[in-house]
């Protein structure tokens, strides 16, 4: 295989799996909106744990256009605002 194919091949499997991590990134930011709105420890330990996850990954998913990035960004701060929501004494019981 020369060494443009190679790089060809690379750069396919990279814009695949940018597809994949902005779909995975998508769905956890969905099941943590959801998570973030039952009103129970391990709901709100799940939505948590989907919005640490997404913080790690989205400054490193490549290929997003920035209106792209801008939503992504927005949905993430929305569930931050969800989770901040729940009263300081439910997350104490927690």
Not at 24 to 47: D, I, K, M
Request: proline share 3%; glycine share 2%; aromatic share 4%.
């Amino acid at each position: 295989m020369t060494c443009i194919s190679k790089e060809a091949k690379l750069a396919e499997l990279r814009a695949k799996t940018d597809i994949e991590l902005v779909r995975y990134v998508n769905n956890e930011l969905s099941h943590g909106a959801r998570f973030a709105l039952q009103s129970n420890p391990q709901s709100h330990s799940r939505a948590e744990e989907a919005y640490s996850e997404i913080a790690r990954l989205l400054p490193v998913v490549h290929g997003l256009d920035e209106s792209e990035r801008r939503r992504l960004e927005a949905k993430l701060k929305r569930l931050r605002a969800m989770l901040d929501r729940v009263p300081a004494l439910t997350r104490a019981a927690y």
